[in-house]
């Protein structure tokens, strides 16, 4: 009995390994479909990304490291509204991702991708060394209806909350 056991508990640290590793290769595509690009540079590295489970949402926030140089790739797709601010990355998203650091700069672009309304929110550092990517897609439901999750829509329909765009 004992040795079936530690079969099982074999496969399922395995597997949950296996899991990782492919959540970890698909994170720059991920970004990548986040921002409307092919691809990212090859300097892009992806630190960390967390999704938040909402009732209703789905929510994922990126961290990034990349040279200075391909920062403007990351802005190529949409047309971003560049505003000044003075935060870290741990306040500027309610999800703490990758280690934090000073936000300098704000990026947002509503793309037209997003026809319920929303936007994609880049906040780096001052030497564009570092950022952190953000999406929020609202959701289209009919109004008055329940969501999933019992929640009831407002009368446009809208349910305040925010959802990943579907992955390219």
Known sequence: MEEIIAWIVGIVVVSLGVIKIIDIQGRPKQVA???NIPSLSTSVRVIDCKDA????????TC????NPKDF???LRANKFVKTPTKKTS??????????EFPVTTEFTAEPKEFKHGGHVKIFADQERKRAVIRPVHRINVQPGSSTPFGRKTCPNGSTARTVLPEIR
């Open 53 to 60: 489970f909402i009732p209703t949402d789905v929510v994922v």
């Open 90 to 99: 741990y306040t500027v998203v309610p999800t703490k991702v990758g280690p």
């Open 72 to 74: 403007l790739n990351l």
């Open 33 to 35: 479909s986040i921002l």
């Open 63 to 66: 961290s990034i490291e990349l």
